[in-house]
């Protein structure tokens, strides 16, 4: 089974930036579909954004165009550009792949606070 590992997140003021990182243990081009989702404490996990075939791409509608979602497959690696942050974005992110028999694998997740 592929591993994922998520890293980048972190403590940052309103209105600052991070990119997020997703290392993947296989290539990308194995699965259907790659996503970011998060998930704030007492809250439901939501998707964030995702990449499915044809490098076709969603964004949930309250990000405001503010992240951005891309892949390397040559490196096996996902990425998330969070810009113009907001307190309402802290959460645990979590990166994951979608098999073809619709499988869904999750990374361990990684911290992102946005402060005042």
């Known amino acids: 089974q592929v591993q994922l590992v998520e890293s980048g997140g972190g403590l940052v003021q309103a209105g600052g930036s991070l990119r997020l990182s997703c290392a993947a243990s296989?290539?990308?081009?194995?699965?259907?579909?790659m996503s970011w989702h998060r998930q704030a404490p007492g809250k439901q996990r939501e998707l964030v954004a995702q990449?499915?075939?044809?490098?076709?791409?969603y964004y949930a509608d309250y990000l405001e165009s503010r992240f951005t979602m891309f892949r390397d497959t040559a490196k096996n690696m996902l990425y998330l550009q969070m810009n113009s942050l907001k307190p309402e974005d802290t959460a645990v992110y979590y990166c994951a792949v979608s098999t073809y028999m619709n499988e869904k694998i999750w990374g361990q997740g990684t911290q992102v606070t946005v402060s005042e």
């Open positions: 296989e290539s990308l081009l194995g699965f259907n579909a």
């Open positions: 990449i499915s075939d044809y490098s076709s791409s």
